[in-house]
């Protein structure tokens, strides 16, 4: 049986279109069926013409299941990775990046990797990850009327510039704070490093079962991150007080209009999203080349040798207040004595 790849690409960049076609290619002469949606293929028609009309493409959906794919290629950034975990979310399909973009936190690979990429899927050289998700659901006046999901974060923010959105916040049933502030942000640990982290939120390793709510500009002495159980329910609701309306985004893709009243309740979604991994690149490591930190003087852990040459010295139990006052003292007057 041909064995099938999802590529899906930014196709509105000239060095993602150019990807694409050179990963069709590649996947094709490797005895694999490349698979892509009808408007990529559209697209890439248009942009190159005859080099990539040659290339067997077989059309997502109509042609192909895509649940039938054994992963998807995402030439691109982190926004194409997030476009590609909702196009898929219900076919289980793990995901490959390639990073096209800037930071590319969720990307496995960059641009100048882009053979090696193909070659990995080629011979099934990865392991899947599997992300925490958000569940989101909204309420106003005791009716249920939006749900939506996220890998990132939800954000619930002011729709009007010139004014605070008075919110608050609650976890697990019970009421935490009530601000004014420019919105709150519900993330996942994946998404602590985007638009939480520019919020001031923590970094949380991906592999730490959590979820984080971050407010924005709040108006309020306690406005601090919060770092919760990842079974924990997060919940804001929009005041009435001002009638302001608020806005709710679903990894910046997904937008709902948030009349006063509303609630948002966050969980952790049933559903995880699926990340193809080649490289077992610490966290910090990933942390450091993505953000460029400096490192200059670290001298890293001692070798095993060199542990297993501890010295015999023991540190000795800490000494009690009045014994440290009355070792000051005697220090005093034998010092005192020989002047």
Not at 178 to 201: I, L, N
């Amino acid at each position: 049986m041909t064995r099938e790849v999802l590529i899906l690409a930014h196709t509105g960049r000239r060095d993602a279109v150019d990807a694409a076609v050179t990963v069709a290619a590649k996947l094709h002469q490797a005895g694999l069926r490349p698979v892509m949606l009808e408007r990529d293929i559209a697209d890439l028609k248009t942009s190159v013409g005859a080099a990539f009309e040659e290339i067997p493409v077989a059309v997502a959906e109509r042609e192909v299941p895509t649940s039938r794919c054994e992963v998807g290629m995402v030439l691109g950034g982190d926004g194409s990775i997030l476009r590609a975990a909702d196009l898929v979310r219900s076919a289980e399909l793990p995901l490959m990046g390639v990073n096209l973009g800037h930071v590319g936190f969720l990307a496995e690979s960059e641009r100048t990797q882009l053979d090696e990429s193909v070659q990995w899927v080629v011979e099934q050289n990865y392991t899947v990850e599997q992300r925490m998700a958000l569940d989101v659901q909204v309420w106003h006046a005791q009716q249920h009327i939006g749900s939506s999901w996220a890998l990132n974060e939800a954000s619930i923010e002011k729709a009007v510039r010139e004014r605070m959105v008075e919110l608050v916040i609650e976890i697990d049933g019970a009421p935490v704070s009530t601000f004014g502030c420019d919105g709150v942000v519900m993330a996942t640990p994946t998404g602590s490093t985007a638009y939480a982290f520019s919020a001031g939120g923590p970094v949380v390793w991906p592999e730490v079962q959590a979820l984080v709510m971050v407010p924005i500009s709040a108006h309020a002495l306690f406005a601090r991150p919060l770092v919760v159980d990842p079974d924990s329910i997060m919940a804001v609701e929009v005041l009435q007080r001002d009638e302001e309306e608020g806005v709710l985004w679903c990894d910046g893709r997904r937008m709902m209009t948030l009349p006063p009243g509303s609630r948002v309740e966050v969980t952790r979604s049933d559903t995880p999203v699926l990340l193809a991994r080649v490289h077992q690149t610490p966290f910090s490591q990933r942390l450091v080349d993505k953000f460029n930190l400096p490192t200059t003087g670290w001298r890293g852990p001692l070798e095993k040798g060199a542990r297993d040459r501890r010295g015999s010295v023991e540190m000795k139990p800490s000494e009690s207040l009045e014994q440290a006052a009355s070792a000051t003292e005697s220090s005093s007057a034998v010092q005192d004595g020989q002047q």
